[in-house]
């Protein structure tokens, strides 16, 4: 699976970015997706996922109430919308696949984009 990760950048507080998560060898519908970020000196976190399956989304705490994931089925993409940006979630953030997956864990996740940077800062 090949993943195409897009959309970071620099950012002000309490501003939004949309990062957009692409493959152009598989149909996304058919894989659970997860977004997952990075900062620097610190380990890879589970930001949200979504299932293949119910669609139900998950999120880690951290961004609960401010991003939303979601699929464009026609346009073969998942999305991360990421609203009242924090200084905190600056990270390079990944997008990854995986099939029948039994949470929004790092490990569950075999198929990985190559990142985009996200910066939140005055």
């Known amino acids: 699976v090949q993943l195409q990760a897009s959309g970071g950048g620099l950012v002000q507080p309490g501003g939004s970015l949309r990062l957009s998560c692409a493959a152009s060898?598989?149909?996304?519908?058919?894989?659970?997706i997860g977004w997952f970020r990075q900062a620097p000196g610190k380990e890879r976190e589970a930001v949200s996922c979504i299932s293949s399956s119910d669609g139900l989304p998950y999120y880690g705490d951290s961004v609960k109430g401010r991003f939303t994931i979601s699929r464009d089925n026609a346009k073969n993409m998942v999305y991360l919308q990421m609203n009242s940006l924090k200084p905190e979630d600056t990270a390079v953030y990944y997008c990854?696949?995986?099939?029948?997956?039994?949470?929004?864990?790092?490990?569950?996740?075999?198929?990985w984009g190559q990142g985009t940077q996200v910066t939140v800062s005055s």
């Open positions: 990854a696949a995986a099939m029948g997956i039994y949470g929004c864990y790092v490990s569950d996740f075999n198929s």
């Open positions: 060898d598989v149909t996304l519908y058919d894989y659970d």
